[in-house]
Structures are given as C-alpha cells and as structure tokens.
C-alpha cells in the first residue's frame, strides 16, 4: 500500500459529511475503488471511478477524481453511526489491486 | 449474484495440521485471489488465478499452496504454519486480471495459528 496514501482517522457527528482522501502515485491504474471493511469482516466494494471520469455519484457517496493531481476522496452525506468502519481505497494496477493503509471512520451520535 | 464466499469464517491450527481454506464465487469470474491481512494493515497479495492457471505467487512460502480446481472454486492448502501466518486471508475474484475490472472480496477466513 505504499504507493496510495491515506489518513488513517477521522471523526464526525451523526449526520454530518464525511470525506475521506487518498492519493496515488501511478498515472496508469483505470479503476479506483473504495472499500468499506467492518471490524472482523471482508472487504466490501463501495464503488469505483474510471480515471477519465472527475465524479460519480451513488446515493449517499460521491466520488471526485482530480487526475492531475491523483487525488481520489469519498463524500459520505448524512453519515451514519453504521458508516463506522475502515475505508479503504485502492488502485488496480495490472494483477494487483494497490489498497491504502485505510482511513478508521468513527461516527460520534 | 455478487458474493464470494470463504469457508470457514474461523480457524484454529496447530502448527503440525494440514487445513484448507475455500472459497467459491458464480459469478463467472475468470480471476481469482488469495489476499492475506495482518491487523490494523491493508490486504497484501499472496496469489493470483487466470483461468485456473497460477499466474502470481508473490514470494509465499510453500507452506501455502493454492489450488484452483475449477473456475468457481479457489482452495489455500496449508501446512506447517507459523504463529506468524495468523491473520485475515481473504478471497476476491473479478471478471478477468484486467485493470479495468473490479474485484469483489469475500468475508475472509480468520486463521490462528498456536
């Protein structure tokens, strides 16, 4: 994970916004992705964005890409205190999908 | 019909046993994956299946050795661990190895190693 970097904490109120951010380094990958892994559990495809895309938006998350500076965040509105989790973003680099170190998301009611 | 899914959810072993981790997906996915995650870390790549044929081994030890027996199953044979090999190991598949497909994980097997 070390070529995508992420903050590892962040901490908001019952129904605010959350974002989170990543960046990578590798100007090639086609596909981020964001996964969201509960405590003991797998990891759970949120949703992705191909790299000619700037932003997608899937009910409650919303996706911005800035290719030029190889900035990828996730909007959660209305954050939920079941939005508490690891949120993980990642790359898909040939035969390897390149994950952050995650981002622990802690939802204060 | 999105789902992979590892057997079992958790397990014990010694470090003389012989277990399997499964994992199986319908999803007429053509690559397959072994990850293992470590706490508190982001899964790392341990192997890859292109149509049933090993194409990565990322340096694992032959304690490891997967199997893929067909296109919907995908085994990890494990033998003479280490208290080390404890860890999360989860499965994922995805249409072909190709970058611009996504990946879906399973739940994950939790495996301890005593």
């Known amino acids: 994970g070390e070529d995508v970097e992420q903050s590892l904490f962040l901490s908001v109120r019952e129904g605010d916004s959350s974002v989170i951010n990543c960046t990578y380094t590798d100007s090639s990958s086609t596909y981020l992705y964001w996964y969201k892994q509960e405590p003991g559990a797998g990891l759970q495809l949120l949703t992705y964005i191909f790299s000619n895309m700037d932003m997608k938006q899937d009910q409650r998350l919303t996706v911005l890409l800035n290719k030029k500076d190889k900035h990828l965040s996730l909007r959660i509105a209305d954050t939920q205190t079941g939005d508490s989790a690891i949120y993980f973003c990642a790359e898909k680099y040939f035969d390897d999908m390149r994950f952050g170190a995650g981002t622990r998301l802690t939802v204060k009611p | 019909d999105t789902e992979v899914t590892q057997t079992p959810k958790h397990l014990v072993m010694g470090m003389t046993n012989k277990k399997s981790l499964k994992c199986e997906q319908h999803m007429g996915h053509r690559a397959m994956y072994w990850y293992k995650q470590k706490a508190k870390k982001p899964p790392e790549l341990m192997f890859v299946y292109s149509y049933e044929k090993l194409s990565i081994n990322e340096s694992v030890p032959s304690r490891f050795s997967p199997e893929c027996p067909n296109s919907s199953l995908l085994n990890l044979h494990l033998h003479a661990l280490q208290p080390e090999d404890s860890a999360l190991y989860l499965c994922?598949?995805?249409?072909?190895?190709?970058?611009?497909?996504?990946?879906?994980f399973g739940q994950g097997t939790r495996l301890t190693v005593v």
């Open positions: 994922a598949s995805s249409q072909d190895q190709g970058a611009s497909t996504e990946a879906f």
